[in-house]
């Protein structure tokens, strides 16, 4: 079964490295929609940077026999000048064959997972094909090489601008169906809002740290109304029902919801505001700008883009008996937010409601007026980060621990880093000065 694995990527790999070849082949994450975007925004720097077109490939959506069901999955049908559809039967000729493959594969994973509780490489749960290669400029083996994620050019690249269509909807069509639904009027303007809970992933108990409290986030809410805007908050039916406000659409709770419904919403909405969660990454794809609140890494997944920011969640050390300042922070190691291992020594505290106000209240005004400028503290708190990262890269393992593929661990090596060398976003003003020196919730 392994030599299945290596073939299939041998033949795709080969394919995707003739110079020549108009097309880079890439299978994205099939079942977590924040990795599956992520991968796909990549596939798309990818083979724009070779005067390419992706082609999207995926399996067969067997949830019986693969124990999940593919993430939403308007994202693998996308249409963009810089995607390429084959012929449908061609398409599902491969869809088959990868579905064929990975059939007796992930039944072997499953079962060593869940009898002799060994977790196997991911090659075993869904295809990678094309994945390895999207985060470094050439093959990746031997050490890690920061170098290569800086000659990559991440930040130009990461300024690319794709055009979607979702589920073959016009503009037009899209805004009229918003508007007769009366999901918002036609000419109003609207922010998408995602605050994660426990329930999609029904994790309740295990890293709490990345929920976030519903009710913080009212004040600001009211503020984007007051406005005449509205929120429309994102999510699935296990979240908290927000209390009913003017202008707010508690949406996973209409009859609207749905997985189109979803990107729709995204891409058309005025920003973003979210956590670092799946949801996210999709607002990434469309290139929206991004608020994200209660961040607790700092190192991966934080504001992308020019027109992104964000603030973090405070930390407490039961080790000092206080809370971290930021400089502490982007100056630490690995364990303040190692995701993949423990973290028991910290506890990760929410942004107040005026936290959470005040960075809205900012943030519009910098939307409203495209005035995104960089103050002395923000550009210091972001070479401290950088360079930090770079020492935390070289000398702590980034995948779990459990997984012992020396591949798998060198692509999260250069995923990581094509974020650190490519954000260009940063942590919002007011909260650096109030948090850099000394974290603004200690007495």
């Known amino acids: 079964m392994e030599c299945l694995i290596v073939l299939l990527n041998i033949i795709f790999d080969r394919i995707n490295n003739i110079k020549n070849h108009r097309y880079y082949y890439l299978s994205p994450h099939v079942y977590a929609v924040g990795n599956c975007a992520e991968d796909i925004y990549c596939g798309l720097i990818k083979a724009r940077s070779q005067s390419k077109k992706l082609v999207i490939l995926y399996m067969l959506d067997i949830p019986y026999i693969f124990k999940y069901k593919l993430t939403n999955k308007y994202l693998f049908t996308l249409k963009s000048d810089h995607i390429y559809k084959p012929n449908s039967y061609i398409l599902f000729f491969i869809r088959l064959l990868l579905t064929l493959v990975y059939i007796p594969l992930r039944t072997t994973a499953l079962f060593s997972k869940n009898i002799l509780g060994v977790r196997m490489d991911e090659s075993y749960n869904y295809p990678l094909i094309g994945r390895d290669k999207l985060y470094a400029p050439k093959s990746i083996g031997g050490a890690f090489d920061y170098r290569y994620a800086s000659l990559y050019n991440w930040k130009d690249k990461f300024n690319y601008e794709f055009d979607f269509i979702i589920n073959n909807k016009t503009d037009d069509e899209v805004l009229n169906y918003l508007s007769e639904s009366r999901i918002v ?56 029902p927000i209390p009913n406000m003017k202008n707010v659409i508690d949406y996973p709770f209409t009859k609207f919801k749905s997985d189109y419904m979803d990107l729709f919403l995204i891409k058309y909405c005025y920003f973003f505001i979210g956590c670092q969660s799946g949801i996210f990454d999709v607002a990434k794809l469309f290139g929206k700008p991004v608020l994200l609140l209660n961040m607790y890494n700092w190192t991966f997944g934080g504001p992308l883009h020019s027109n992104d920011s964000g603030i973090l969640k405070h930390i407490y050390s039961k080790k000092d008996n206080r809370y971290l300042s930021i400089k502490e922070l982007f100056s630490g190691g690995w364990e303040t937010q190692n995701m993949n291992g423990y973290i028991d020594d910290f506890i990760f505290i929410e942004n107040t409601k005026e936290e959470i106000l005040d960075a809205v209240v900012s943030y519009i005004q910098n939307i409203d007026n495209d005035t995104f400028f960089v103050s002395k503290i923000q550009n210091l708190s972001n070479s401290f980060r950088k360079k930090q990262a770079y020492s935390i890269f070289k000398n702590n393992r980034l995948a779990p621990k459990n997984v012992m593929n020396t591949n798998e661990e060198m692509v999260e090596r250069y995923r990581f880093a094509s974020q650190i060398e490519g954000a260009s976003g940063f942590i919002c003003k007011n909260y650096l000065e109030k948090n850099w020196e000394r974290d603004s919730l200690n007495k």
């Open 185 to 240: 009027p036609k000419n109003a303007w609207f922010v998408c809002l995602h605050v994660r809970e426990n329930g999609f992933r029904n994790d309740k108990g295990r890293r709490e740290y990345r929920n976030s409290n519903i009710e913080n986030y009212i004040p600001a809410i009211k503020e984007i109304t007051s406005k005449g805007g509205y929120v429309i908050r994102m999510g699935d039916d296990s979240m908290t």
